[in-house]
């Protein structure tokens, strides 16, 4: 047992080093103000505002935050990061803490975020440019609610937001060069 | 480090005869605007040829990758995407114009990385099979106005058309954020918008909210955040009065204005606020028709805002209105005057 826990601390104490090395910021140098929290637009959807994201991270306590639902919707406003007193960049903390959860593979309840990441990069990968009413139609079907945001298609329609033709770049050999140098773009 | 001045550019480059407006840029228009922000797209272009700034659109532009790039391939893919705009675009011109934040935003962040890392640099150019060219200015429209157009020189021309109306600047989160890579106005109070606003006559009062975030892209994926979040931005212009909200992204365009009547299904509410694009408020100071400026492309009717300008309906009296030539300046006029300094541009007050 004894075993086990210091070797999850020095997991934990492995991770915070890494998110600090690759974000250039210092988890450390936070004093729990909480100015980060109190601007957060997306904290009433958080389960850890981000001033308890840096003292988890403070403490070690990684598979929290990895797993949190902080790390899957924080959607990078970067409020917080104007804010803080000690000029960390909390948004990026957050983002690296999101990328090393994505590496590790784990999944997280907030399917559709990921999803809507997924469609978006699927959909520039097959022409170079954004189609917008296939990423509509998309996310609705695979996230199995299609009649989300159908109240606003006649809108659309109506004033004209939309093309029905997938726009399209012309040297598509370039871009399949892009992804393919991500790894093939596969990762999900 | 592309620290250009507008007349040191002009010097070297210019080959006098090729030259329709004083300076010319590449154009980056990205996914929205030739998609659901049509009428920033349209807007733009017309404004910026009637201020004599020729826009030359980068050829073959990919996507940028926006937020999801960066934030779900932990590969390069938020570089690497708007690495190969970049290069393209260097090649062009010294100076590109982003006029959708997004971009703005995703294309100084990957020329930030590139100009950090020799690893993504030598990534680009396998992928691009040539060294990569990234070192082009990168402007927003907000930046390009105010760089181009001085303040009086406008004031001569928009004759205080926009008198009697007050327009809360928002600039939410992608022109600002990071500061230290965006490097655009004061990121915790930005006014750059402000003094072009108040050159065509119109009133804009400090809103305090004009940083705020609109919920950005959740959208689709988890829309109770952008509800919130527009509501508030929208809510907070409402009380103080505004009659209209300027922004200059069309992902908070789409947020406030597209989803102004989720919010008012969502939360009982009646708000019925205008969001107009920084061009098309432009454009209207400048004389040109809210037909062409797509002031109707929007959810929320800007027709009141319209009649208090004396456009009264958008349609037949936007065309009579912007007849008579006689009340607008020749081009010659602007053409003459001297550029916004950036320099001095930084300094002016918010009060």
Redesign the interface.
């Known amino acids: 047992m004894a075993i086990l826990v210091s070797s999850t601390v020095a997991d934990g104490a492995a991770v915070v080093a890494e998110i600090e090395r690759r974000s250039g910021e210092r988890v450390s140098a936070c004093y729990q103000c909480g100015r980060c929290t109190s601007t957060c637009t997306g904290s009433f959807v958080f389960d850890y505002p981000p001033h308890r994201i840096m003292r988890l991270l403070q403490l070690g306590q990684v598979d929290e935050v990895l797993n949190s639902r902080t790390a899957q919707l924080c959607f990078d406003c970067m409020t917080c990061s104007t804010r803080c007193p000690m000029n960390i960049d909390v948004a990026n903390v957050i983002e690296h803490a999101k990328m090393i959860a994505d590496e590790r593979g784990i999944e997280g309840d907030e399917k559709d975020v990921r999803l809507f990441r997924l469609a978006f990069l699927q959909n520039v990968r097959r022409h170079g440019r954004l189609h917008e009413a296939r990423l509509l139609t998309w996310i609705n079907l695979r996230s199995f609610k299609p009649f989300n945001d159908l109240e606003l298609v006649p809108l659309i329609l109506r004033k004209k937001k939309i093309h029905i033709v997938p726009p399209r770049i012309r040297n598509r050999r370039q871009l399949h060069r892009i992804f393919r140098e991500v790894n093939g773009g596969d990762k999900s | 480090m592309n620290n250009r001045s507008r007349k040191d550019s002009a010097a070297i480059k210019a080959p006098a005869s090729a030259k329709p407006g004083r300076n010319a840029y590449s154009y980056f228009p990205g996914?929205?605007l030739?998609?659901?922000?049509?009428e920033y797209d349209a807007s733009f272009r017309l404004t910026s040829e009637a201020l004599g700034i020729r826009l030359d659109e980068i050829s073959?532009?990919?996507?940028c990758?926006?937020?999801?790039?960066p934030?779900?391939?932990?590969?390069?893919?938020g570089v690497?995407?708007p690495a190969?705009n970049l290069h393209i675009a260097s090649g062009e011109h010294e100076a590109m114009v982003a006029p959708c934040a997004g971009c703005y935003n995703r294309l100084k962040n990957a020329q930030h990385e590139l100009t950090g890392s020799e690893e993504l640099r030598e990534?680009a150019a396998?992928?691009?099979?040539e060294p990569v060219r990234y070192e082009i200015e990168i402007l927003n429209l907000v930046e390009l106005f105010a760089r181009e157009v001085s303040p009086e020189a406008l004031a001569e021309r928009a004759q205080g058309r926009l008198a009697g109306l007050n327009l809360a600047t928002y600039y939410g989160?992608l022109l600002?954020?990071?500061?230290k890579i965006m490097n655009f106005d004061n990121?915790?109070n930005p006014v750059s918008m402000k003094p072009l606003l108040r050159a065509t006559g119109a009133q804009s009062d400090h809103f305090p909210f004009k940083?705020?975030?609109c919920?950005?892209?959740?959208?689709?994926?988890?829309?109770?955040?952008v509800l919130?979040?527009s509501r508030r931005v929208i809510e907070v212009a409402a009380g103080l009065g505004f009659d209209a909200i300027v922004t200059a992204c069309p992902l908070c365009h789409q947020n406030l204005d597209?989803?102004q009547?989720?919010i008012n299904k969502a939360f009982g509410t009646s708000l019925d606020m205008p969001v107009l694009y920084y061009s098309q408020v432009l454009g209207l100071a400048l004389g040109l028709g809210s037909d062409d400026l797509g002031i109707?492309?929007?959810?929320i009717s800007a027709r009141k805002l319209l009649a208090k300008i004396g456009k009264g309906d958008d349609g037949p009296a936007a065309a009579t209105r912007s007849a008579p030539a006689a009340t607008r300046p020749t081009p010659e006029a602007t053409r003459s005057a001297p550029a916004a300094n950036p320099a001095s541009r930084r300094q002016v007050g918010c009060g």
């Open positions: 996914c929205s030739t998609g659901s922000a049509g073959d532009w990919n996507c990758g926006a937020s999801p790039a934030h779900h391939w932990s590969g390069n893919l690497l995407l190969r990534q396998r992928v691009l099979q989160c600002t954020r990071p500061a990121h915790r940083s705020e975030c919920g950005s892209y959740m959208g689709l994926a988890k829309k109770e955040i919130r979040a597209l989803r009547g989720q109707d492309a929007h959810a």
